[in-house]
């Protein structure tokens, strides 16, 4: 869809919204629009999009996700589902929430999950200084598209004091249709004061299906907050995707964030961090495994705007076939931000002669009193491992699929929750050669 085609969807809803959103919402929306509208689509002659060219997603027609539900059986749904024992499960459905697959009870006192909608009609006094304010749309019109669009998604709420013992499970799901629909669901987290919580994203896709998910998340994490994210992207191979995560941190609070992208044609991550308090840590912590010609982009953005935080980031790709993946990754340190420490790493691991990784990974630093790294390596297989691993009687297929294996198994190590854990390891296991004998050495 065009530059047009949007703001013409953008006007045919915007008329049959206005009884349903607060006036401040359908402010914001329109205010996003208009940014959207003069920067249009980024090319790659913008530094931030060298590497990502997103004329496949422009030159698609895609439809707005309508009000119908599309149909899913349970059945088909169990397939994605990851196994996890969570405090609820909200379902959606190319965008919209499937009331009748979702589980929403079971929270503790003092903790909130309701869907966008109902949360902007009924707690507009506690989005308001939030939602919109976290993410910053003005160097991303994709950011700005979904603020355009802003309908669907996830509020969660967590009172000071408040712990989730389970997780919180958002499942994602894209269905084959017809002509392919575009959805743009927004996810908004406020964390109080030693609050403490897990949030999963699960982004999945039938077989065929040639959806445009263009999601946004935004978090708040009070003074000793706690959050554990799981971004986990499984869609089509003929999907596109593009998401961003923005967190702002305050005294002591703590964030670990697991992203994991496994799917999708023309995939772009963006995860822009803040931590604006002493104390403020974060991990970032991200595996991205491509084949075929698919295209798998990363950017990640810390900013450490006060003295004593810290930050760790590790990613890893895999790229196979003729696939391309990209990692960015910028480390802001500004004047006063003293005794920081910051470390960031890229590794990528290329499996053919076909493939392609660029990876660039900057620090920009204002102050004089700070520990900080960053590196970044792209390489193949180990020969002497190789050899190794063939003396010991195995064959070349499954000696490079036990090496890769080993590979993704330094990101995968770092994940808490042991179903998910289990589950993703499955997954790679299955797209490795000689799968079969791989299920029984691993």
């Not at 506690?126 to 003005?138: E, F, W, Y």
């Not at 897990?198 to 959806?211: D, F, K, N």
């Amino acid at each position: 869809m065009s530059e047009a085609d949007y703001l013409e969807a953008f006007r045919s809803e915007q008329g049959s919204l206005g009884a349903q959103l607060p006036d401040w919402v359908m402010a914001l929306r329109l205010s996003a629009l208009g940014r959207f509208e003069r920067a249009g689509f980024p090319d790659p002659r913008h530094e931030e999009w060298r590497y990502t060219n997103i004329r496949p997603i422009v030159k698609k027609a895609f439809k707005p996700a309508g009000d119908a539900l599309a149909p899913l059986e349970v059945g088909v749904l169990d397939q994605h589902r990851l196994g996890v024992d969570s405090a609820v499960e909200l379902v959606f459905v190319n965008g919209r929430l499937h009331a009748g697959l979702s589980q929403m009870q079971g929270l503790p006192d003092g903790a909130v999950v309701e869907d966008l909608g109902t949360a902007l009609r009924s707690r507009g006094e506690t989005l308001q200084p939030l939602l919109g304010q976290i993410a910053d749309d003005r160097d991303s019109s994709f950011v700005a598209l979904s603020t355009a669009f802003l309908r669907d998604g996830v509020f969660i709420g967590l009172a000071p004091g408040c712990v989730l013992e389970r997780p919180i499970k958002l499942l994602f799901v894209s269905t084959r249709e017809a002509q392919p629909v575009v959805f743009h669901p927004r996810i908004l987290f406020h964390g109080g004061a030693n609050s403490q919580a897990t949030v999963i994203e699960h982004y999945a896709g039938m077989e065929g299906s040639a959806s445009f998910t263009n999601t946004v998340t935004e978090a708040a994490l009070e003074a000793g907050a706690r959050l554990e994210h799981y971004k986990i992207q499984r869609e089509s191979t003929q999907a596109y995707h593009i998401g961003s995560l923005h967190v702002r941190q305050m005294r002591d609070s703590s964030l670990r964030s697991h992203n994991v992208n496994l799917g999708g044609r023309l995939v772009r991550n963006d995860l822009n961090i803040g931590l604006m308090e002493p104390g403020a840590e974060v991990l970032l912590n991200g595996l991205f495994m491509a084949g075929g010609r698919q295209h798998v982009d990363n950017h990640t953005r810390v900013h450490h705007a006060a003295p004593h935080t810290q930050s760790t980031e590790e990613y890893r790709g895999i790229i196979d076939d003729h696939a391309r993946g990209v990692f960015k990754g910028r480390v802001l340190v500004d004047r006063g931000a003293q005794r920081i420490e910051a470390h960031q790493t890229s590794a990528n691991l290329v499996l053919s002669d076909g493939a392609e990784v660029d990876t660039k990974p900057e620090l920009e630093i204002y102050a004089d009193d700070v520990v900080c790294s960053h590196g970044a390596t792209v390489g193949q297989l180990d020969e002497q491992s190789l050899f190794y691993l063939r003396s010991r009687g195995l064959d070349d297929k499954t000696a490079r699929g036990l090496l890769t294996f080993a590979f993704a198994g330094e990101v995968i190590s770092r994940i808490g929750e042991q179903s998910i854990r289990d589950r993703l390891e499955e997954v790679i296991v299955g797209r490795l050669p000689d799968h079969q004998r791989l299920k029984e050495l691993v």
